[in-house]
C-alpha cells in the first residue's frame, strides 16, 4: 500500500510546505517594514508555533480514532485561505493574528501526515519511510524561500502572499481527490492510552528533549538569520532566501540517506552524532561576515539535521504503534513548535537587551542541553541497534 499511497501524500506535503517556505525569508523583513521591534517579529513568528502546539495533541488524538484525511484536508485548505490574510495585515497585531490562525491550520497537517506514513511503514524500514516523508517535507520548505526571495525581488510581496495561498490550494485538492483514509477501523477502536501515559516512556522524553532544543535552535536561525544577513552583512531578499533554501535543501538530501541508515545502525547513536554537528552550526553563524561563509554553515546545519531527523522520527514510529500514531507524532510535533516558539521570544528579547550575534550562541547552548537530556533519557538503550 505505502508505494502506491506515499507517492501522493509526498507531492500534496511538497506542494503545502513550497507554500509555507514562502514566506520564511520575508516574514522578518516584512514584519519590521511595518515598524515592529525585535520583540514584535519574536511574537509574531512565536504566535504560530503556540497556536499549532496547542492545536496538535487534540487533533492527533482524534485522527487515531477519526482517520487522517479529514483534518489533513481542513488544515490544507484553512492554510490556503488564511494566506491571502498578509496582505490584508497592516500592523504587527494583525500579522500575529494572521500567524495564530496559520499555527491552526498547520496543526492538521505536517504532524497528521507523518502520522499517515508511520501507519503504513513496514516494519525495520520506518527510518527509510520516514526519511523520503522528510525529504518531501524540507525540499518542499526549502525550495520555498527562493521562490519567495526571487518573487518578492521580482514582482513584489504580494504576489509571493498569492503563490503561497494557491500552492496549499493544491496541496487540499490532492488530499480530496487522490488519497484514501490510511487507518483502519479495527485501528481506531483500539483503545489508547492518555497522554500521561504517553510521557512514561524513556525514548519519548528523550525525542522530545531532542525535538525541543532542536526546534528552539531552528526558531533563532529562522526568525533572525534574515535580519542578520540583511542588515548586518546587505545581502538582497534572493540571497535570503539561497541561505535559507541551501540550510533547508541540502538537509533534504540526506534525509533518504539517513533513513535508511536509521534502519540498519544504532539510532541513538545517529541523533547524538547530528546534535553536536547542529551545536557547531549554530555557533558558527554569528561569525560570519559574507555570503559565501553563511552558506557554508547553513550547509554544514544541514548534515546535522540529515542525520539525526530521521533517525529520531524512525524511533518515534516504533513508539506510536504502541501509543497511538496520531498522538504520539502530535506530541512529538507540539514540542517542535513549543521551541519554535520560545527560539524567536526569548531570541527577541536578546536582540532588544544585548545584540542579533548573541541570538545564535543561545540556540547552541540550548541544543547542548537538549542532547544531554536526551542522552540521560536513553541511556537504557545505550547498546541496542536496529
Known amino acids: 500500500m505505502i508505494k502506491k499511497v506515499f507517492p501522493v501524500l509526498a507531492l500534496s506535503i511538497f506542494s503545502s510546505m513550497l507554500g509555507v517556505g514562502i514566506v520564511a525569508p520575508l516574514l522578518p523583513l516584512y514584519a519590521e517594514k511595518m515598524g515592529a521591534t525585535g520583540i514584535w517579529i519574536g511574537t509574531i513568528f512565536a504566535a504560530f508555533s503556540i497556536s499549532r502546539a496547542i492545536v496538535m495533541p487534540i487533533v492527533g488524538k482524534l485522527s487515531d480514532r477519526s482517520g487522517r484525511k479529514v483534518f489533513l484536508a481542513v488544515g490544507l485548505f484553512t492554510y490556503a485561505i488564511i494566506s491571502l490574510g498578509y496582505i490584508w495585515a497592516g500592523n504587527p497585531f494583525q500579522l500575529t493574528l494572521v500567524r495564530l490562525i496559520q499555527g491552526v491550520a498547520a496543526g492538521m497537517v505536517i504532524p497528521i501526515a507523518q502520522a499517515y506514513v508511520g501507519d503504513i511503514s513496514p516494519e525495520a524500514e520506518e527510518g527509510k519511510w520516514q526519511g523520503y516523508f522528510n525529504a518531501a517535507f524540507f525540499s ?80 533563532a536561525f529562522a526568525g533572525f538569520l534574515p535580519i542578520f544577513a540583511g542588515i548586518y552583512i546587505g545581502l538582497t531578499p534572493t540571497r535570503i532566501g539561497i541561505l ?62 540529515g542525520i539525526s531527523v530521521p533517525a529520531a522520527s524512525a524511533l518515534l514510529v516504533e513508539e506510536g504503534r504502541n501509543f497511538g500514531m496520531g498522538s504520539t507524532m502530535a506530541i512529538f510535533g507540539m514540542a517542535f513548535s513549543i521551541g519554535m516558539a520560545i527560539g524567536p521570544l526569548l531570541g527577541g528579547v536578546i536582540v532588544d537587551t544585548i545584540n542579533i550575534r548573541s541570538v545564535f550562541y543561545f540556540g547552541a547552548g540550548i541544543s547542548i542541553l537538549g542532547m544531554s537530556l536526551f542522552i540521560w533519557h536513553t541511556r537504557e538503550q545505550e547498546n541496542s541497534s536496529v
Open 140 to 219: 518542499g520548505f526549502g525550495f520555498g524561500p527562493l521562490m519567495g526571495g526571487a518573487l518578492t525581488d521580482h514582482f513584489g510581496m504580494k504576489v509571493a502572499f498569492f503563490t503561497m495561498s494557491g500552492l496549499n490550494l493544491l496541496g487540499f485538492l490532492m488530499v480530496i481527490f487522490f488519497l484514501p483514509d490510511a487507518v483502519p477501523k479495527e485501528i481506531r477502536d483500539q483503545s489508547r492510552p492518555s497522554f500521561r501515559k504517553i510521557l512514561r516512556s524513556n525514548i519519548i522524553k528523550g525525542l522530545l528533549c531532542f525535538r525541543l532544543a532542536f526546534a528552539v535552535g531552528r526558531g
Open 244 to 305: 535559507i533554501a541551501a540550510n533547508i535543501l541540502v538537509m533534504s538530501l540526506f534525509q533518504p540517506f539517513g533513513g535508511r541508515i536509521s534502519d540498519v545502525a544504532n539510532r541513538r547513536f545517529l541523533v547524538i552524532a547530528g546534535s553536536i554537528i547542529n551545536i557547531a552550526f549554530l555557533s558558527l553563524i554569528s561569525s560570519g561576515t559574507n555570503f559565501w561563509q553563511l552558506f557554508g554553515v547553513c550547509a554544514l546545519g544541514s548534515l546535522g539535521g
